[in-house]
């Protein structure tokens, strides 16, 4: 029996266009072949909303959505608008809309496939069977938090920004993280930096209490500093990671460069699960708009990809065909075809199309 599924596409600004192309050519396949229709909208975010309606959010694309069953973005921003006032830079379009939707848990995996593992920067057996999954709170701390801004005081200009938890705030996120620890390897380590900060000083004891909870996750603490250091001498040692809004952002940059390049990586944002489990969610990869190769078929399409596997897990509980995409990826690693971001000796470099019809194979020769 065909199923229904309703999809928010914002390409948004740079390469997004020509990487969400490549999405829809999936969802095309499993609409013919694994029997799944998607009900897609599209909308615009970031530059290319400014551009159209001189607001990187409208009213009309958040409407749109909040009515989805979910929300795949490809990328936002470029030099192109950044001289514009702060409140309406192509960025503010995306926090906004993880805001309304209340997307407050960040799920950013690290992962080398084998293929790949001569990309990264690392040595060879630090890196291999890298798996890592970090949860970055999304919708509060220091990026939220008033008062903020630049004045003047005496004649002299200060900038100041305010961190600021509540304990409700840490508990969800907390929550997710432990859920997730329990479907992995029920391993949980929770970064702050509670010798400095009251924060997260609370944010400590808050993680601490919703561990009574879980019992069989193995929960350990760390000091933002010393992660960061660990991420990159024993980036193994960790399975589930969970920590605050500023710090995920600057912690899954890190892992996301263990793996060897940006371009591969997706994620997810979700909100609270509502009475009948769903929940709110956007994915969209790690990457940028990278505006320097945009519309010259050479961006890698496969972290967008992935993100729509993604969405299949989190969203439409079809774990069976997000693995499956997951396979058909390292199925086209595996055979040697690059493009340029992740492109290595012996191999063979191709273009946007070319990876995604490569794909579109791999998936046919699964199924």
Same mark, same amino acid.
């Given at each position: @029996?065909?199923?229904?599924?309703?999809?928010?596409?914002?390409?948004?600004?740079?390469?997004?266009?020509? +990487?969400?192309?490549?999405?829809?050519?999936?969802?095309?396949? @499993?609409?013919?072949? $694994?029997?799944?229709?998607?009900?897609?909208?599209?909308?615009?975010?970031?530059?290319?909303?400014?551009?159209?309606?001189?607001?990187?959010?409208?009213?009309?694309?958040?409407?749109?959505?909040?009515?989805?069953?979910?929300?795949?973005?490809?990328?936002?921003?470029?030099?192109?608008?950044?001289?514009?006032?702060?409140?309406?830079?192509?960025?503010?379009?995306?926090?906004?809309?993880?805001?309304?939707?209340?997307?407050?848990?960040?799920?950013?995996?690290?992962? +080398?496939?084998?293929?790949? &593992?001569?990309?990264?920067?690392?040595?060879?057996?630090?890196?291999?069977?890298?798996?890592?999954?970090?949860?970055?709170?999304?919708?509060?701390?220091?990026?939220?938090?008033?008062?903020?801004?630049?004045?003047?005081?005496?004649?002299?200009?200060?900038?100041?920004?305010?961190?600021?938890?509540?304990?409700?705030?840490?508990?969800?996120?907390?929550?997710?993280? #432990? !859920?997730?620890?329990?479907? $992995?390897?029920?391993?949980?380590?929770?970064? %702050?930096?509670?010798?400095?900060?009251?924060?997260?000083?609370?944010?400590? /004891? +808050? &993680?601490?209490?919703?561990?009574? %909870? #879980?019992?069989?996750?193995?929960?350990?603490?760390?000091?933002?500093?010393?992660?960061?250091?660990?991420?990159?001498?024993?980036?193994?040692?960790?399975?589930?990671? &969970?920590?605050?809004?500023?710090?995920?952002?600057?912690?899954?940059?890190?892992?996301?460069?263990?793996?060897?390049?940006?371009?591969?990586?997706?994620?997810?944002?979700?909100?609270?699960?509502?009475?009948?489990?769903?929940?709110?969610?956007?994915?969209?990869? &790690?990457?940028?708009?990278?505006? !320097?190769?945009?519309?010259? !078929?050479?961006?890698?399409?496969?972290?967008?990809?992935?993100?729509?596997?993604?969405?299949?897990?989190?969203? #439409?509980?079809?774990?069976?065909?997000?693995?499956?995409?997951?396979?058909? +990826?390292?199925?086209?690693?595996?055979?040697?075809?690059?493009?340029?971001?992740?492109?290595?000796?012996?191999?063979?470099?191709?273009?946007?199309?070319? @990876?995604? /019809?490569?794909?579109?194979?791999?998936? !046919?020769?699964?199924?």
């Amino acid at each position: @029996m065909s199923t229904t599924k309703k999809v928010l596409m914002l390409p948004g600004d740079g390469i997004g266009p020509e +990487v969400m192309r490549q999405v829809l050519r999936v969802m095309d396949w @499993m609409a013919k072949k $694994r029997n799944v229709n998607f009900e897609i909208t599209e909308g615009l975010i970031g530059g290319a909303s400014i551009d159209a309606h001189n607001n990187p959010l409208t009213d009309e694309t958040l409407a749109d959505a909040m009515a989805a069953d979910a929300v795949l973005l490809g990328a936002v921003g470029g030099p192109k608008w950044d001289n514009l006032p702060f409140e309406i830079k192509p960025e503010r379009g995306l926090l906004k809309i993880r805001k309304e939707m209340g997307l407050f848990a960040n799920l950013r995996p690290a992962l +080398v496939f084998d293929a790949l &593992v001569g990309a990264s920067t690392l040595k060879e057996d630090v890196v291999k069977g890298l798996d890592i999954m970090i949860l970055r709170e999304l919708t509060g701390g220091i990026y939220f938090g008033q008062p903020r801004g630049i004045e003047e005081r005496d004649g002299v200009r200060f900038g100041f920004n305010t961190l600021v938890y509540s304990e409700p705030e840490v508990e969800r996120i907390a929550r997710v993280a #432990f !859920d997730m620890a329990m479907k $992995r390897n029920k391993r949980l380590c929770s970064v %702050d930096k509670a010798n400095v900060l009251e924060s997260t000083v609370l944010w400590r /004891e +808050v &993680v601490e209490r919703v561990a009574t %909870d #879980f019992p069989e996750v193995e929960v350990s603490h760390m000091y933002v500093d010393n992660a960061s250091m660990q991420l990159v001498r024993n980036p193994k040692q960790f399975d589930v990671m &969970v920590t605050t809004n500023m710090f995920g952002d600057i912690l899954s940059d890190c892992a996301a460069m263990l793996t060897g390049s940006l371009g591969m990586l997706p994620s997810a944002s979700l909100g609270a699960a509502d009475k009948n489990g769903a929940r709110k969610a956007l994915y969209e990869p &790690v990457h940028g708009s990278a505006p !320097d190769i945009a519309g010259q !078929d050479i961006a890698n399409p496969l972290a967008t990809i992935l993100s729509f596997a993604m969405m299949l897990r989190y969203s #439409f509980d079809m774990g069976d065909d997000a693995t499956m995409i997951e396979t058909a +990826v390292q199925n086209v690693l595996k055979g040697g075809l690059r493009t340029a971001d992740i492109m290595q000796p012996g191999m063979a470099k191709v273009s946007t199309t070319v @990876m995604g /019809e490569s794909l579109i194979n791999e998936l !046919d020769k699964i199924a």
